[in-house]
T-cell receptor, first 120, second 116 residues
């Protein structure tokens, strides 16, 4: 079974600085998707960025980028120029790309989350 | 589209009562998921449906929990009888398998359930 591990329960960063959140995963599959979700105090789950395992290029979305190391099964999130609004819980998630009898296995497997505080 | 809609946003009930949580997925999505979030266990997948059919309910904690999806636009999760340890935030999410680009799940705002 696949697992996702986030080893940093809490992180803190100064406004305008850069912070990196860690995520590792375990899978025997070769084709899958990885995601970072943000959950602010409103508790809404918001997709931050996605990465397809077959792509070597790291995904980037404005101030958010990932460092995807497939061999090491590592998927870290870098937030540049941190803003107060970035303060939230961040979850790393894995989704298989395998097509099963019932259709693509779309279920997301989540890590335990990293609570990010942004200091003014 | 209004996104995934869950109701109610908050529910407080007494132990032993039946609780029903509701979800309307995004129109056109063929997958629907129910997750539970607690401080101790994080986000747990309870059950998911594909084209209204339950695919995997191995995450449903006990027989007190049941979920149905009578049509493509509605699902409910029932707890009967409820217990204090069921207190959590319950999320519904939906996704589509029709596009390789939109691989993520879209979440509702969750229902915070408190059983006293």
């Amino acid at each position: 079974a696949q697992t996702v591990t986030q080893s940093q329960p809490e992180m803190s960063v100064q406004e305008a600085e850069t912070v990196t959140l860690s995520c590792t995963y375990d899978t025997s599959e070769s084709d899958y998707y990885l995601f970072w979700y943000k959950q602010p105090p409103s508790r809404q789950m918001i997709l931050v960025i996605r990465q397809e395992a077959y792509k070597q290029q790291n995904a980037t979305e404005n101030r958010f980028s990932v460092n995807f190391q497939k061999a090491a099964k590592s998927f870290s999130l870098k937030i540049s120029d941190s803003q107060l609004g970035d303060a939230a819980m961040y979850f790393c998630a894995y989704r298989s790309a395998r097509v099963s009898v019932g259709g693509a296995t779309n279920k997301l497997i989540f890590g335990t989350g990293t609570l990010l505080a942004v200091q003014p | 589209d209004a996104g995934v809609i869950q109701s109610p946003r908050h529910e407080v009930t007494e132990m032993g009562q039946e609780v029903t949580l509701r979800c309307k997925p995004i129109s056109g999505h063929d997958y629907l998921f129910w997750y539970r979030q607690t401080m101790m266990r994080g986000l747990e997948l309870l059950i998911y449906f594909n084209n209204n059919v339950p695919i995997d309910d191995s995450g449903m904690p006990e027989d007190r929990f049941s979920a149905k999806m009578p049509n493509a636009s509605f699902s409910n999760l029932k707890i009967q009888p409820s217990e204090p340890r069921d207190s959590a935030v319950y999320f519904c999410a939906s996704s589509s398998s029709s596009s390789t680009m939109n691989t993520e799940a879209f979440f509702g705002q969750g229902t915070r359930l408190t059983v006293v």
